[in-house]
C-alpha cells in the first residue's frame, strides 16, 4: 500500500495587544509622522528598531520606534525624539547597529556653525538617549556606518568632506572615544568614500572602501582591524577590478573572520553581479571580482544588478539574489544563486535560477535576503509598487502555493509618489517588512508581518507543529499537534482543489475551557476528497469569535473510478446532458465548441461520488457539430465526445 505524506511544520507564537494588521491595504503605520529614510535592525529577542528622518519644516529630525514581535508600538504613538539638531534642508546617509543590552546606534550626521559633522547617538529599549541628546560627536563628514565589535565597542567610518577619505574611530559603550587619533584610510594616494565595517572575531573587523575616479565612479577595496585601529594587511586589498558606484553601499557580511560581499558593477555600459570571499589573511579564494553570479556577462545578455547575500552560521552555501533587466532597462525579473563557500562554485546553475522572469510586470527584489532552514525568503515589488514576500526551497523552487503573499495592496499608479526605502528583517519564523509610503498628506513609514507559513496579521493564539496529510486508500487523513492553546475553541477544516477554500467539518478543541500548555494531538478524515488536488488548511477559531489561518498542506488524490457518458448524441432540444459516476466527489470542467473553434462556452460542474446528472444548455449556440470536452482540475482531458444540434 503506498502512502503520500507531506509534513508541514508550524510554529506560531502569541503575545498580548496584537498590532499587525490582516488588512494589506492599511499595513501598521510606525508613527503619524512624516517618514522619508528608513533603517532597521533586529534586536536578539525579536524585536526590531526602526530610525527615521522625520521633516520639520525646512529641516529634519531622527526619531527611533521599538517594535515588538507582534507589532506592539513600545516607544510611544511617534516613537522617540532622537536629534533635533539642524541638519540643513535635505536628509543625508544614516546607517544603525544593535548594540549592548539591545539598544540601538544610530549613525547620522547635523550641523555644528554651518558644518555637518558625522554623529553617533544611542537609545535604550526604554527610550533613553544613553549618549544625552547630542549624542557623541565624531567630527565634520558625512555618511557614517557603525558596526559593534565582539567586546561591546562601536567602531564607525565616515567620509572626511573636507580631505575627501574615510576617517574612522572607536566609541566605548559608555560613550568615549577610545581610538585617537583618528585612522585617515586612503589607497595610496587616492582619495576613499563609502565605508562599510562588519565585526569579525575576537574585536578585529573589515571596512570595505570605495577608491574614488571621476563622478560617482569608484573601485572596490578592503582592509582589515585590529581593535587598536592597526591595519592587518600591507596595503588594501582589490576587490574587483570593475567600476562600482560610490552612491551606493553594498551587501556585507560576515562568518568569524571571514566576510563575504555582494555587489554589481559596470563594464562599459552593461551591469555584472558578483559574491566575493575576503580571508582574513588578505587573499581572495574566488580571485579578484570573485565568483559571477551569473556567468552570462555578455554585451547582449541581462544586466545583473542589485545584489542581496546571507548565510546561515555554519552552513555550507551563501545565498544571493539579484534583480535582472534586459538591455534597455525596460523590464526587471529575479533571479537567485547558491555557492559554496569553500570555493565559490555555483550550486543552481552557472546561468542562475530565475524566480521570477524579466518581464514588464518587473518584479523586483526590494530590502534584504532573509534564510529560513537555510533557503531564502524576501519581498518583491512590481510595476504597481504592491509589496510581495516570497519563500523558496533548498533548489531554489517555491514553497508556498501560490507562490508569493501579497503584504502591501496599495497600488501607486502615479510614478511621482512611488513606495521606497524599503527593508526587511527575519527572526525566528517571521519577518517585518518595512517601507515609506505617500497615501494621504505626506510620506509616512508602514510595516508589515509575514510568516514562515505565508502568513500575514495576528498569528494563531497557539503553538502548532505537525500539520500533515496522509493518503491511504480513499480517503486523507490531517494530523495535527498543539504545543500550546488561549482561548481556543477550535478548527474549522478547509478543502479546496483550486484555492477556493470551503469548510468540510470542524474539530473541538480538547483544551479545558480553550486553553492548555501540553501537547495536544488532533485528526480528521476526508472520506470523500476530491479527484486531482486537495489542497488543505486549519481555520483556528477564538471563544471570542475571531479566527487565524494555519498553512495550506497538500495531497494529490488519483483513486477515482471515474466514468463520463453522453447521454444524447444527436440533439433536437436546446439542452444536453451527460451522466457521471465515480466513487468520490470532483470538480471538473465541461467545455462545448465547433469544429472551428469559434462557438460554444465552458462551464465548471461539481460532482458528488454516485450517479450524477448533468445538464447544459444550448440556447446560444447554433446548428451544427460540436466537441464536448471533460477535463478534471489538473487540466488533464478525461473524456471528449461529438454530438450535432440540430
Known sequence: MKKNLLVIFLFFVTFANAQWNSNTAVNLEIAGVQASDIQ??????????????????????????????????????NGVLVSSQPTGSATYVFNVCLADSNSLVIAHQ???????????????????????????VLGAGLAPYPTTLSGGDIAVA???????????????????????PYISVKIGTTSTTRGQLIANSNNFFTLIMQKKSVGISTTLYAQRYSSEGIAQWATPLQLSNQTSSGAKYYSI??????????????????????????NPNGTLPYGINGTAFDDNQTASSPYQLATSIATTPGSAYIWGTSNFCNTSQSQYGIFVQKILKSTGAKQ????????????????TQIGSLALYNDAPIF?????????????????????????????????????????????????NDQGVAFWNEYRTIEYRAYAQNITINGLTGPVLPIILSNFTAVKTNATVDLQWITQTEINNKGFDIERSGDMNFKTIGYVKSKADVGNSSKSLAYNFNDEKPLYGNNFYR?????????????????????????????????????????????????????????????????????????????????????SGMYILTVKNLMGEIIYTSKFIKQ
Open 40 to 77: 532597521t535592525v533586529t534586536t536578539t529577542d525579536g524585536k526590531t528598531w526602526v530610525a527615521f528622518y522625520q521633516s520639520v519644516g525646512a529641516a529634519f529630525q531622527m526619531r527611533a520606534q521599538l517594535l515588538d514581535v507582534d507589532g506592539t508600538k513600545l516607544l510611544g504613538a
Open 110 to 136: 547635523y550641523q555644528i556653525s554651518s558644518t555637518l559633522n558625522a554623529v553617533l547617538s544611542k537609545v535604550s529599549t526604554a527610550g533613553n538617549l544613553s549618549w544625552g541628546a547630542n549624542g557623541v
Open 158 to 180: 565616515w567620509s572626511d568632506g573636507v580631505t575627501n577619505t574615510l576617517t574612522m574611530t572607536k566609541v566605548s559603550p559608555i560613550g568615549a572615544i577610545s581610538l585617537t
Open 253 to 278: 557580511l560576515a562568518e568569524a573572520d571571514t566576510t563575504y560581499f555582494g555587489y554589481y558593477v559596470s563594464v562599459g555600459s552593461r551591469f555584472n553581479s558578483f559574491i566575493q570571499r575576503i
Open 348 to 363: 543552481l546553475g552557472t546561468t542562475a535560477k530565475t524566480v521570477y522572469p524579466i518581464s514588464t510586470n518587473f518584479e
Open 379 to 427: 519581498i518583491l515589488t512590481d510595476k504597481d509598487y504592491k509589496i510581495y514576500a516570497t519563500r523558496l526551497n533548498s533548489v531554489g523552487d517555491f514553497v508556498w502555493i501560490p507562490n508569493r503573499v501579497e503584504i502591501s495592496s496599495t497600488n501607486i499608479t502615479s510614478a511621482s509618489n512611488p513606495k521606497g526605502r524599503y527593508a526587511f528583517n527575519f527572526f
Open 538 to 622: 486549519l481555520k483556528q477559531v477564538d471563544v471570542n469569535g475571531k479566527f487565524s489561518y494555519s498553512n495550506i498542506v497538500s495531497i494529490k488524490n488519483n483513486s477515482n473510478n471515474l466514468s463520463i457518458k453522453l447521454v444524447q448524441d444527436n440533439v433536437s432540444s436546446n439542452e444536453i446532458k451527460i451522466k457521471t459516476a465515480t466513487n468520490i466527489a470532483a470538480k471538473l470542467q465541461v467545455s462545448i465548441a465547433s469544429l472551428n473553434g469559434k462557438n460554444g462556452f465552458q462551464k465548471n460542474i461539481e460532482i458528488q461520488a454516485g450517479e450524477n446528472y448533468s445538464t447544459f444548455q444550448l440556447h446560444s449556440i447554433s
